[in-house]
């Protein structure tokens, strides 16, 4: 049977709970999935000096299981350093096992899913992730200091990962829709990436306002992108096929 780890590097085990029934819905019945939370470290990785400082409490033990795995899956929205130092390690390395992370995976599903005309956008926490994800998606794409055409930028809630479980559900909820309808204002947006794995699981809220800003008809066409569930697709195909 074919093996993927779900890395989740913050060391909140509740957030690494809640992507279980995502993973499991997608019913890939021939591969087991398995799960990874950091032992020590940041409870929520609220910038990149977090996630930086995630790595050192998770790679020593993940190294240690790196054999046991088909693919891996980084569930932390950023540019973060574990994606490409999995990539350089020799037991990946060699095997050519797949490795991404929920942001490349989104950016790249949205990428396909929207049409020649749209943009896709992120929705996300705290306002420091604005820069940072900005900045994540010119690099990923290649476009130098301009930012794709198809990209229509980051809005923010204000809320860090932990907050989206642990804070008032109206508060949450009003706080999501919000951001929604500030990225949705830009424009010709079809895609929305759920910016945080804290947010897996709420595309209801983000079609929500999807709604109340466009229309029934208009809203229901925006595509809303989980990038859990859009890792875990796609390394299911990649280690399928040994790409």
Not at 39 to 67: F, R, Y
Not at 126 to 140: M, P, T, Y
Request: hydrophobic letters at 40%.
């Amino acid at each position: 049977m074919r093996s993927i780890l779900v890395i989740q590097p913050n060391s909140t085990r509740s957030m690494t709970d809640a992507l279980k029934p995502l993973v499991d819905s997608l019913q890939f019945k021939h591969t087991a999935h398995e799960y990874f939370t950091a032992p020590t470290g940041p409870k929520s990785i609220n910038n990149e000096d977090d996630a930086v400082e995630s790595v050192k409490h998770c790679l020593p033990a993940l190294q240690k299981v790196l054999d046991r795995h088909d693919g891996y899956l980084v569930a932390c929205y950023s540019k973060h350093p574990l994606v490409p130092i999995l990539k350089s390690e020799p037991a990946v390395k060699s095997a050519r096992k797949p490795v991404t992370g929920i942001f490349e995976a989104s950016v790249s599903t949205s990428l396909q899913v929207i049409h020649p005309e749209e943009k896709f956008g992120i929705v996300s926490t705290g306002k420091v992730w604005e820069q940072i994800l900005s900045e994540a998606v010119v690099d990923f794409l290649g476009t130098g200091s301009e930012a794709s055409k198809r990209f229509a930028g980051v809005e923010t809630t204000g809320l860090n990962a932990t907050d989206l479980h642990d804070a008032p559900t109206a508060e949450v909820r009003k706080r999501m829709k919000d951001a929604v309808k500030r990225l949705l204002k830009k424009g010709s947006v079809g895609a929305i990436c759920l910016g945080c794995a804290g947010m897996s699981g709420m595309d209801e809220m983000v079609r929500e306002a999807c709604v109340e800003e466009l229309g029934k008809e208009e809203g229901n066409r925006v595509r809303i992108v989980d990038g859990v569930v859009a890792g875990v697709a796609w390394l299911e195909g990649a280690v399928r096929q040994s790409f």
